[in-house]
């Protein structure tokens, strides 16, 4: 099912460490290319996704809620909140799905009735390194939270026993494995070319369209994301060099220069 509009949340409760708590799929997220209608393979190299952007072409952020409840999804693209323009955080804004919904978020949301459309560009031409934040540019995320259900309390029996909370261990539990995933990620980076192979394409601020959303009300069932994905892209020529995708390779057709076997048949020459 494809609707619109999205319903837009303003943030009601803070959010911890941003590691994986399920291994379920409550959303799955896909990148179209919306000038070819295409949507972009995924490539899994060295424990990341990978798709290849063309410079100049529009995309959008497909997701898809698998479940028969609300969630709320905070979209990151290049570490920047699609919604709020800040640094993104899991516990800021998002947008929330309804059941079973499916919808393209097409850009940046400039306010309730428009986005500045998503472009694959030049790195230094990208939003967030325009905005002094290029260290995340090549990344597309979602963080995904459950909604709160409400119960009707129990018939009172007798003064009640408060119980541990232990939400702050738990938190504190996944902060190093946070941590260590990042100093994987630098560490894969250098080994497969980070140094050489540098990352020459981000998300610009493209022209403005019109996408309206609604506000509405959303409590989270924990102050940790159900589950965080998390897509990387370059381009085909870096992906190449990274040995991410086969070289020669350029969107399916070889690279062009001198072959000894160019035709068919011998022609006339002009004048013959």
Not at 228 to 237: A, F, G, M, N
């Amino acid at each position: 099912m494809f609707r619109k509009p999205l319903l837009l949340l303003a943030s009601l409760v803070a959010a911890t460490a941003c590691s994986p708590l399920s291994a379920r799929p409550l959303v799955r997220m896909d990148v179209v290319d919306r000038d070819t209608g295409q949507w972009l393979p995924e490539y899994h190299h060295r424990g990341d996704h990978w798709i290849a952007g063309r410079p100049g072409h529009r995309y959008a952020v497909r997701l898809t809620n698998t479940t028969g409840e609300r969630v709320l999804v905070v979209l990151s693209v290049d570490g920047v909140n699609a919604v709020t323009g800040e640094t993104a955080h899991p516990a800021q804004a998002g947008y929330v799905l309804a059941p079973w919904q499916s919808t393209e978020i097409d850009g940046w949301r400039k306010s309730l009735d428009d986005v500045a459309q998503f472009v694959f560009t030049d790195l230094p031409d990208s939003y967030a390194a325009r905005t002094g934040r290029p260290d995340n540019v090549g990344t597309i995320g979602i963080a995904v939270f459950r909604e709160r259900t409400f119960y009707p309390p129990p018939s009172p029996i007798g003064p009640p026993i408060a119980r541990q909370d232990s939400a702050g261990n738990a938190s504190r539990a996944h902060a190093p494995a946070a941590q260590a995933t990042q100093s994987e990620s630098a560490a894969a980076d250098s080994a497969y070319g980070g140094g050489v192979a540098r990352q020459r394409i981000g998300t610009g601020h493209g022209a403005r369209q019109w996408a309206p959303v609604a506000r509405t009300g959303f409590e989270r069932a924990s102050r940790s994301p159900a589950q965080v994905i998390q897509l990387r892209y370059d381009d085909v020529d870096t992906l190449a060099a990274r040995g991410i995708l086969p070289q020669p390779y350029r969107y399916g057709h070889r690279h062009e220069g001198p072959r000894a076997f160019p035709g068919g048949f011998v022609t006339d020459p002009p004048g013959w």
